[in-house]
């Protein structure tokens, strides 16, 4: 079996926001019990990671991106219309999305793990696909 | 179901290399309609990426990841007749494949979203699979 | 066909520890021959990897581990009890699962590709699972 859902996201500033429960609710309402579930951003300047969600964390996950792929450094890709160099980087890092675990209708996920998307080019509005493939 | 398919790539250099075309190509070759496409790089010193096809932004990508792990920095696994530290390094960050959704035959991608090889080692001749796995 | 294996590694220390012989293991007692497969750390400070298995390269994966993501920085997230923040951010980089092909009822892998577990903090006793997704 193969499914597909879809969720929005308005995102009003870059950093790291947590859809843990959007993902959870659409694997929460499929027929798929046991399977695979992809989480994918159709953005390329947006990406989809695993990690705990903690205040602290988070403002270090923002900060270390930064330092990696910093905001206001010149890319030769901001010579154009859009100055998001920085967070088409940032996604080679994170990736476009994440493959996860269900298992009796559940997504399989440790205790600290919550999935959030990554955004680099704010404000938009995010689509983002839940994939399910498996069995009832 | 499950299908796999393959192709080469010819390296002449070490950088961000479009394959989105030959992807496309096996994904519409194939009788699954529905499911997941691993493009999958069976190297450990080129990995594959999603990201925007624009030509200033893949200089920024190759600077990039030359910035995070320089080619010519002294690597312990130098020391042996390979001298690719720097792009046993950038697969950690790219990683060796990438899992995508296929929904009514096609490749599901943003419009932006293009599927890259990032060699590391040329010049090589790069074996890139594609395996999918769904229904008809 | 779905399938959940599971086994457990014993950390000493943080680094890059292989664990190919025990993915590998559980691939092959499986019944799914052709198919997905999903090795995955439900641990936000352990994440997994596919490189070569080189004794210098495994040093040189942990020098560029601690030169990205320094232990001793001063991390928000280390305000707290647990002085962990640079495995978080190392998980960004390595992710928490990759997703490998299996044919035939093996491994499909590169001739070098082995597959890591990124300890970040240690000693602990992690859980590694191994979902397969498929047909016999």
Same mark, same amino acid.
């Given at each position: 079996?193969?499914? $597909? /859902?879809?969720? &929005? #996201?308005?995102?009003?500033?870059? +950093? ?5 429960? !959007? #993902? ?10 046991? +399977?695979?579930?992809? =989480?994918?951003? $159709? ?11 903690? !205040? ?16 206001? !450094?010149? *890319?030769? /890709?901001?010579? @154009?219309?859009?100055?998001? @160099? /920085?967070? /088409? ?7 476009? +999305? &994440?493959?996860?675990? =269900? ?9 600290? &793990? ?9 404000? $938009?509005? $995010?689509?983002?696909?839940? *994939? ?5």
């Amino acid at each position: 079996m193969f499914e $597909r /859902h879809e969720f &929005q #996201v308005r995102t009003e500033r870059n +950093g790291v926001l947590n859809i843990t429960e !959007k #993902v959870v609710e659409k694997i929460n309402d499929s027929e798929i019990k046991n +399977g695979f579930c992809l =989480v994918f951003s $159709r953005h390329t300047t947006a990406g989809i990671i695993v990690n705990e969600n903690e !205040k602290g964390l988070v403002e270090d996950m923002e900060s270390f991106l930064e330092k990696l792929a910093p905001e206001d !450094k010149k *890319y030769m /890709h901001n010579r @154009g219309p859009d100055k998001n @160099g /920085h967070a /088409h980087l940032r996604n080679i890092l994170t990736g476009s +999305g &994440q493959t996860l675990p =269900v298992e009796k209708g559940s997504l399989v996920s440790g205790t600290w &793990q919550n999935i959030f998307l990554v955004e680099g080019d704010s404000p $938009r509005t $995010r689509n983002i696909d839940v *994939y399910l493939i498996g069995e009832k």
